[in-house]
């Protein structure tokens, strides 16, 4: 009888850690920020269809990077946790909070339980009524999640990233930026990306509006490439 290899829990809950520590440095980065208009998501992204950042409920959105069929499974579940809640309950009973715990769970869950850890980063989003009560979750594939004060970075070179984004708004305030300006921001630090109009193709962006022109209860907006490309031209 052949004789079995003992793994220790320690090593072995760092070889499922760097397994997708791994995997989720492989994918493009995304950059989601609080700006005076709202909150604005960007992704390097040339897909028109396989989209990195979504609309999850009236005032919540999700960003995402790693493997596209787990946050893909992810962003759907979220969206039939928020949709049965506020059904059951009350529109104001879906929370980011809420949202966010639910999704800690089950990685955490995975990343314990199952043979393969998720390879995805999530971030979720609430809208305020002014940036400053903005709320931004960053989730990591171990179910370890965080509030971040007023950006978050995923994906990528994330320590070259921050470093560059930082630089930018040495001396300006992000808060009382322009969603365009995020925009432009994004568009010069994310590798690969570029800050030309030619290359909004490259970008998937979409914006939580704070104010909608209709009052209307649903607050998230995809941008087109025609509008990414307007924005990028406007920063020449």
């Known amino acids: 009888m052949s004789a079995q290899y003992y793994v220790s829990p320690e090593q072995l809950m760092k070889d499922r850690a760097d397994f997708a520590r791994k995997g989720i440095s492989r994918g493009r980065a995304v950059i989601v920020a609080s700006c005076a208009d709202g909150i604005a998501l960007i992704a390097e992204n040339p897909s028109g269809s396989l989209h990195k ?5 009236d005032r ?7 493997k596209y069929n787990e946050f893909e499974s992810l962003r759907q579940a979220g969206i ?3 949709d049965t809640r506020g059904y059951s309950y009350s529109r104001h009973d879906v929370t980011g909070r809420g949202l966010a715990s639910v999704y800690a769970q ?3 869950a995975v990343f314990t339980a199952e043979s393969k850890p998720f390879e995805v980063e999530l971030a979720v989003l609430e809208l305020g009524a002014t940036a400053d009560t903005d709320t931004l979750f ?6 370890s999640i965080a509030e971040m004060p007023g950006y978050i970075l995923m994906g990528g070179d994330t320590p070259v990233l921050r470093e560059a984004w930082n630089g930018h708004w040495a001396s300006k305030s992000l808060a009382e930026s322009g969603s365009d300006e995020v925009i432009r ?6 590798p690969g990306a570029g800050e030309s109009p030619n290359d909004a193709g490259l970008l998937e962006v979409a914006v939580l509006e704070r104010f909608t ?3 209307s209860h ?8 025609p509008t990414i490309a307007r924005i990028l031209a406007a920063g020449k």
Do not use: K
């Open 213 to 215: 022109p209709s009052g």
């Open 53 to 57: 950042i979504g609309e999850i409920y």
């Open 80 to 82: 039939r946790y928020a």
């Open 60 to 66: 919540i959105a999700f960003a995402a990077v790693g």
């Open 106 to 108: 089950s990685l955490g």
């Open 138 to 143: 960053s989730l990591n594939f171990d179910g």
């Open 218 to 225: 649903r607050h998230f907006r995809r941008l087109d490439t």
């Open 185 to 190: 921001a994004a568009a010069m630090v994310l």
